[in-house]
């Protein structure tokens, strides 16, 4: 019996398991997959939880809904992968051998690394919405917070889902307005990028969003502490940003175990061949997904791009083929923007988000770096998608390449 | 895109002052870019500039962060060698593409 094991039972790492058990003969092929933990969060959800859209029941169930029959499921964390060796040991001691890895492992924010962070405003000032309990705490204080300061800020890149801090603060705009005290809030957005997005026809449309909805934008804002005391942010060149309520986006990392398994970089991403997904290291590791550190979003549109062209290698590989698919960067994320409506980009490596229409050219329904209320229904229709499709390695009606079919090429230098 | 001859040398720029093809850099250049955003390099500035290339043709993707790791400068140090946005900035002098911090 030859053996696939998969590291991390998330977006990325269930969409292979999907995909590979059909493909790999069953009498040939064990496949097997670990994860540390039981439950499944629809991430992209804990945005809405702060402001009563969703709550804790909408985004999460059971890994377990998702996995195929026919994949032995290890419910246990990781000690260390021995690349060299060809296998993987347990917390609990125990040994798994393989043939072929594959590291879905994801990035998850570490409050650590920013001083003050942890300290004693965390979740009564200070709060993350990229955790469940983060998101749910949020939520609780919205209800009976009067109003000040809002400031959301992102510490570092890159980070999970880089659209979510315009979403949030957008959609603060909107909840306030509808409560009735949005002159008594003052919203911000800090962010160390040079601007709301970084690219620049994506970042002009953006801020021009903010701009609408009275919210300031402090670009080039690179975090260095936070003050308990002041309640401010301070930065590296020594400014400050002073808060009431600080939302902010710690430092996000990839899996300890990485660093254990001497395979990450300094913010423990692994380095990987960003066309085949193969690691740079050993030629029988592939990964997927945030954990990889190719030069694109951590975003589950990415995963969902990359897992096509990571079945098609993997099976070259396995055949002793050459990597023939190359994956393209393809992102393609809603941006809600309140109010009922949302934006939409869609991009890769080498193109930037640029206006038009998707998937159909000239027709959409969704229009790119357009604020409509279809884009916002895409978005509320996309967790149906993702848990029913998705996950389930179904196929979409959307090419995993990127095309410039629908996008407005005279936009572009 | 535009041409531009710094320090006696063609090369070509996009519309944010950065260099199209980082192989056309040179010290000479890095100089005169640098004195443009107001800057004297020192050593210490060219050590700094030497890891974004190198880091850069590797392929992998820069961090002030990751700079602060590197063991020539801390994050402060880093500031103060290049004030306002230090890898915009230094970037631009070390003639490679600005940060696109992969959004």
Redesign the interface.
């Known amino acids: 019996m030859k053996r696939l094991l998969i590291i991390g039972g998330g977006t990325a790492g269930t969409m292979m398991a999907n995909k590979l058990r059909k493909a790999l003969d069953k009498n040939e092929w064990e496949i097997t997959i670990v994860d540390k933990h039981k439950t499944h969060y629809y991430q992209p959800g804990f945005l809405f939880i702060p402001f009563g859209i969703y709550s804790k029941d909408d985004v999460q169930k059971p890994k377990s809904d998702f996995f195929p029959t026919g994949v032995k499921v290890i419910y246990s964390d990781v000690d260390k992968i021995d690349g060299e060796n060809n296998k993987v040991l347990l917390q609990g001691g125990q040994v798994l051998k393989y043939d072929f890895l594959i590291i879905a492992s994801g990035a998850k924010t570490n409050i650590d690394e920013t001083p003050g962070l942890n300290g004693k405003l965390w979740k009564k000032s200070i709060f993350d919405f990229y955790t469940i309990e983060g998101a749910v705490a949020l939520s609780n204080f919205f209800k009976t917070w009067e109003g000040g300061k809002l400031v959301m800020a992102i510490s570092?890149?890159?980070f999970k889902c880089?659209v979510a801090p315009i979403e949030f603060i957008c959609l603060a705009d909107a909840y306030f307005t509808k409560k009735g005290i949005r002159d008594k809030v003052e919203l911000s957005l800090v962010t160390?990028?040079?601007g709301a997005?970084?690219?620049p026809i994506?970042t002009k449309m953006l801020s021009e969003l903010l701009s609408e909805k009275n919210i300031k934008v402090i670009p080039?804002f690179?975090i260095?502490r936070i003050d308990n005391e002041n309640k401010t942010l301070v930065s590296?060149?020594e400014m400050e940003v002073p808060f009431d309520v600080l939302t902010i986006v710690p430092?996000n990392t990839g899996d300890e175990m990485i660093a254990r398994s001497g395979l990450g970089?300094?913010?423990n991403f692994i380095?990987t061949n960003?066309h085949t997904l193969q690691s740079d290291k050993f030629e029988n590791i592939f990964v997927i997904g945030d954990a990889a550190?190719i030069?694109?979003?951590?975003a589950g549109s990415v995963a969902h791009f990359a897992a096509d062209v990571l079945y098609e290698n993997l099976l070259n590989a396995i055949e002793g083929r050459p990597l023939t698919a190359k994956f393209d960067g393809h992102a393609n994320c809603y941006i809600e923007t309140g109010f009922g409506k949302g934006a939409l980009i869609d991009f890769n490596y080498e193109t930037e988000p640029l206006p038009g229409t998707y998937p159909l050219p000239g027709i959409g329904p969704f229009g790119l770096l357009k604020n409509t209320k279809m884009n916002h229904y895409g978005k509320i229709l996309f967790r149906w998608i993702y848990w029913h499709i998705l996950l389930k390695g179904k196929e979409l009606p959307i090419e995993a390449e990127m095309t410039m079919a629908g996008k407005k090429k005279e936009y572009l230098? | 895109?535009e041409e531009k001859t710094i320090a006696n040398q063609n090369v070509k720029l996009t519309?944010e002052g950065y260099l199209v093809d980082p192989s056309q850099w040179n010290k000479e250049i890095a100089i005169e870019i640098a004195k443009e955003e107001g800057i004297d390099l020192s050593d210490l500035h060219f050590e700094v500039l030497e890891f974004l290339r190198k880091t850069h043709e590797s392929?992998?993707?820069l961090?002030?962060?990751?700079v602060g790791?590197s063991g020539i400068v801390d994050?402060?140090g880093?500031?103060k060698l290049f004030?306002?946005?230090p890898l915009?900035y230094s970037s631009k002098i070390a003639g490679i593409p600005k940060?696109?911090?992969?959004?």
Do not use: H, W
């Open positions: 570092e890149i890159p880089p160390p990028m040079s997005f970084t690219k994506a080039d690179y260095e590296y060149d430092v970089d300094d913010m380095p960003m550190n030069p694109t979003s951590k230098q | 895109m519309s392929g992998n993707t961090t002030i962060r990751k790791k994050i402060k880093l500031y004030p306002g946005g915009k940060p696109s911090s992969c959004v």
